[in-house]
């Protein structure tokens, strides 16, 4: 248990729609980051966000965008979606303060399917 | 630009056996190591961190050491058991960015045979 809750577990949207997935970091953690994991790979960095702003992004276009909240929950939006994002999201939650010695937890992920 | 390798990337063993499992990355520019078990279709479970000035880290039957300078990590499972079977990714802190990335391998798919 990683005190990391992500909703929902599992969605199916159509090509071109627009989703949104949720995340709620554990207790005390001030920093949330987003994945993408496609089947068979290990997962992506998409971006972090640490007192609301987004403090880093990976190779992931700009229709791929986030919040996140004052009490430390997040939001994963994707518009215009297309086939190849169908995959794992998973969020995970820490303290930005001490990265060198911090554990990073991850939640249960959302299953994505594009079709 | 850094990349994370896993080597085998599928492992059968019988159960009770000892088995290694290896990480290599390129560049040793790292706050720390971090190994994570993955069962099918579910999130990641931390085992082990390292930290950059560490060697190894222990929790119970699971044993991570660190060679920064060569780019390696292993993961040694002691007397494996069939609810080992996952898979175990390693992934990558990197100096500078955002200091929540982590860069993973593709992992390594084991099998513990009862």
């Known amino acids: 248990e990683t005190g990391v809750t992500q909703s929902p577990t599992h969605l199916i949207k159509t090509r071109g729609q627009q989703v949104t997935l949720r995340c709620s970091s554990q207790s005390g953690h001030n920093t949330v980051s987003w994945y993408q994991q496609a089947l068979g790979q290990g997962p992506q960095f998409i971006f972090q966000y640490y007192r609301e702003e987004e403090n880093g992004r990976g190779n992931f276009p700009p229709r791929f965008s986030g919040l996140q909240f004052p009490n430390y929950s997040s939001e994963l939006n994707v518009n215009a979606l297309e086939l190849d994002d169908s995959a794992l999201y998973l969020c995970?939650?820490?303290?930005?303060?001490?990265?060198?010695?911090?554990?990073?937890?991850f939640g249960e992920g959302s299953w994505l399917t594009v079709v | 630009k850094q990349e994370v390798t896993q080597i085998p990337a599928a492992l059968s063993v019988p159960e009770g056996e000892n088995l290694v499992l290896n990480c290599s990355f390129t560049d040793s520019a790292i706050y720390n190591l971090q190994w994570f078990r993955q069962d099918p279709g579910k999130g990641l479970t931390s085992l082990l961190l390292i930290q950059s000035s560490q060697r190894e880290q222990t929790s119970g039957r699971l044993n991570a050491s660190l060679d920064k300078s060569s780019g390696r990590s292993t993961l040694y499972i002691a007397a494996s058991q069939p609810g080992d079977s996952a898979t175990y990714l390693c992934a990558v802190r990197p100096y500078g960015g955002a200091t929540n990335k982590l860069i993973f391998g593709t992992g390594t798919l084991l099998a513990v045979q009862p």
């Open positions: 995970a939650s820490s303290l930005l303060d001490r990265p060198s010695g911090n554990t990073i937890y």
